[in-house]
C-alpha cells in the first residue's frame, strides 16, 4: 500500500528519497488501527466511492467520510512524528 501511495520515481537520487519515505510511509500504516487502513485501502486503491466504502465497511456514507478523513489526519499525524517529518508527502 505505501509502495502505491508514493508514485513512481525513475533517477537515482529520486529512488533514494523515495525508498526512505516508503520505510517512513510503511511504518505509519502498520502502527494504524486496521480499521484505518481498510478505509484508506478501499478509498485509494480499490478506488471505491463513499458509498461503496460505507456498503463494505457496514456504516452510513457521512460516518464512512469521517473515517476517511479521520484515517488520513492520523496518518499524517504519525508521519510527522517521524524524523524528516512530511516533508516529500503531499
Keep these: 500500500m505505501a509502495a502505491q501511495l508514493l508514485g513512481k520515481e525513475s533517477r537515482p537520487s529520486e529512488?533514494?528519497?523515495r525508498a526512505e519515505r516508503l520505510l517512513r510511509l510503511q511504518e505509519a500504516l502498520n502502527r494504524m488501527d486496521p480499521t484505518d487502513r481498510e478505509?484508506?485501502?478501499l478509498r485509494h486503491f480499490?478506488?471505491?466511492t463513499?458509498?461503496?466504502t460505507?456498503?463494505?465497511l457496514g456504516l452510513s456514507e457521512a460516518a464512512?467520510?469521517?473515517?476517511y478523513l479521520r484515517a488520513l489526519g492520523r496518518l499524517r499525524e504519525m508521519l510527522a512524528l517521524f524524523p524528516g517529518?512530511?516533508?516529500g508527502f503531499r
Design 54 to 56: 460505507a456498503q463494505v
Design 46 to 48: 480499490e478506488h471505491l
Design 39 to 41: 478505509v484508506l485501502a
Design 64 to 67: 464512512a467520510a469521517k473515517r
Design 85 to 87: 517529518g512530511l516533508e
Design 15 to 17: 529512488l533514494a528519497v
Design 50 to 52: 463513499r458509498a461503496e
